[in-house]
T-cell receptor, first 114, second 117 residues
Framework: EAQVTQNPRYLITVTGKKLTVTCSQN?????MSWYRQDPGLGLRQIYY???????DKGDVPEGYKVSRKEKRNFPLILESPSPNQTSLYFC?????????????FGEGSRLTVL | AQKVTQAQTEISVVEKEDVTLDCVYE???????LFWYKQPPSGELVFLIR??????QNEISGRYSWNFQKSTSSFNFTITASQVVDSAVYFC??????????????FGQGTTLQVKP
């Protein structure tokens, strides 16, 4: 089954404790991206990657890092989480050449930073 | 500047009523794409439809229909004979051809639809 898998789905952590949210897709997509969803703001892009070893900032990259060492994986790293990073996070992928926006989303990871 | 506005924060209807979700967008691009996504209570995002800026034909898919009007920069979504399973948050989104290399979707704030039995 074609899918984008995120882990963990739910996480409560404390300020400053480094964490990683993993994202893996099994569709051989070149493009991957991270969004965060906050009430009243919709979804905003954090980082994206056009292919292995190619990453770039989205609209709200502060406080986050990403890496793309393999095509299927695109982890989101919070080196020192803060309460304003409490949010619902979505990973998404799509093949290059397809019209932008037809993204396949993961099920979301709800993060709470105390 | 690009922007998507969904002015209706929450809508509540009774089952079998028709309901329209409004979406107004702003863009300077002449080529762009518009989307609707559904987010049910389980939280995942489900793709519903994509339209490109050159195709103003309205589309119907079962109980769902979409009205795209470039003259008013609107892309409204109507659910006919709503059902409880339609209860969800609905997002309208815009993708500009000029930023297609970023794959970025610009989302509206979302409209929460509650369909009561």
């Amino acid at each position: 089954e074609a899918q984008v898998t995120q882990n963990p789905r739910y996480l409560i952590t404390v300020t400053g404790k480094k964490l990683t949210v993993t994202c893996s897709q099994n569709m051989n997509h070149e493009y991957m991206s991270w969004y965060r969803q906050d009430p009243g703001l919709g979804l905003r892009q954090i980082y994206y990657s056009m292919n292995v070893e190619v990453t770039d900032k989205g609209d709200v990259p502060e406080g986050y890092k990403v890496s793309r060492k393999e095509k299927r994986n695109f982890p989101l790293i919070l080196e020192s989480p803060s309460p304003n990073q409490t949010s619902l996070y979505f990973c998404a992928s799509s093949p290059l050449g397809r019209t932008a926006g037809e993204l396949f989303f993961g099920e979301g990871s709800r993060l709470t930073v105390l | 500047a690009q922007k998507v506005t969904q002015a209706q924060t929450e809508i509540s209807v009774v089952e079998k009523e028709d309901v329209t979700l409004d979406c107004v967008y702003e863009t300077r691009d002449t080529t762009y794409y518009l989307f609707w996504y559904k987010q049910p209570p389980s939280g995942e995002l489900v793709f519903l439809i994509r339209r490109n800026s050159f195709d103003e034909q309205n589309e119907i898919s079962g109980r769902y229909s979409w009205n795209f009007q470039k003259s008013t920069s609107s892309f409204n979504f109507t659910i006919t004979a709503s059902q409880v399973v339609d209860s969800a948050v609905y997002f309208c989104a815009l993708s500009e051809a000029s930023s297609s290399n970023t794959g970025k979707l610009i989302f509206g704030q979302g409209t929460t639809l509650q369909v009561k039995p």
